[in-house]
């Protein structure tokens, strides 16, 4: 399918290096950016939409959310939150572990059962369009190098420390070694306990345990002390990733202290749902405005937090809007009946961003309008279309 989305106002390309794009028009084919530019080959195309000069983003990754099986959560016994999360402008989510399927195993063969079960059963699987990044194998005690051989062989590169039957967050450092020497990016759960059988683990036990990512370092929901933030800063390379279901003073934080040295490439926004703090299909976008409004980050930086900062660490193709990237587009801006007038500027004055489109894997999923958010002041349309479909929201 060949989608073109013209007359678009601003590219954020999701880049931090460098946060914006020039053109007004992206031409997507086979699931993949194949130009962005001023006027674009539209010739040909399956699809084309007229953004009414609304802003264009990448789809938002989130790198944190508690999937289980299909698109349900037992923890707030919801279906369809993943399609729901869709109309928040999420197209990609990373699992955190399956770690709230009920009765989860907890010995070697189990965990590794788990994960490669949840990676498989995404593998053709996209709730609402959305991709979904399954089968984070819990670290438990036992597991051996040729485990982790054999998940790599199944397809699953993601493992989760914080869960496991340890004695102390220390003991993980020798299985979080054997996850990255067979290519795997490595999580760690940071702050106090969350749930029964987890641990509260500080800034010495991630020094130790050199993770890649430290997972809701503002808290999940509960952040470690404040002396221990400028160590992880400064002491380590980990990804700092911060969580909508967290500490938002602890956010503020992290943000100033990576922004100051230079780093806040380091910094991933994430939700950590579902939790106890529920569903939260516009989490990231809080995240992003609460960062803009009250951290002073500039909002092309706060969008590539949610976008290219996720894809970088997590080795993903998507999260910039460039050609030969995965085609995952989201049409934003100010919400109708507000202050503002534009998508910045809504984040900037603490507003979400309401949601005109959301195209994932060069598919248009909505066209018009979001139901999670409110209207947009302007209205994207679908221009040429030869596909006898609706793609409008309730489509």
Known sequence: MKVAVFNIGTIISGDIAAPRAAGDTIVMDDGKIVSVGTGGDAAGCDITI?????MAMPGLIDSHVHITFGDYTPR???????????????????SASEVHVPGRPRDPA?????????????????????????????LEPGLTDADFAEMQKEGVWLAKAGF????????????VAMARRHGMVT??????SSIPGSTGIWADHLIKVQPDVSYHVNGGPVAMPDADFPRLVNETQVAMQVCTAGNLRTTLLVAKLLADCGQSDRLLIATDTPTGSGIMPLGMLYTMSHLVSLGGVEP??????????????YRLNSGVIAPGRDADI?????CLGGSQDDALSALRNGDIMGIGAVVSHGVPRFVG???????TVRRARVAHCTIPQSFAADH
């Not at 999580?187 to 106090?192: K, P, V």
């Not at 989201?330 to 100010?334: F, G, K, Q, R, Y």
């Open 50 to 54: 007229d953004a009414a000069g609304m």
């Open 76 to 94: 707030q016994k919801t279906v369809g939150f993943l399609e729901s999360y869709i109309h928040g402008g999420t197209t990609t989510c990373i």
């Open 110 to 138: 189990g965990v590794k059962a788990l994960a490669i079960a949840a990676r498989k059963s995404f593998d053709t699987y996209r709730p609402g369009g959305m991709r979904v990044h399954a089968g984070s194998v819990i």
């Open 164 to 175: 496991g039957n340890f004695a102390t967050p220390y003991d993980y450092a020798p299985y």
């Open 187 to 192: 999580m760690i759960h940071t702050g106090g």
């Open 300 to 313: 092309e930086i706060a969008i590539a937090m949610a976008t290219g900062n996720n894809a970088r660490t």
């Open 330 to 334: 989201v049409l934003v801006d100010a």
């Open 369 to 375: 309008r979001s139901r999670n958010t409110p209207e």
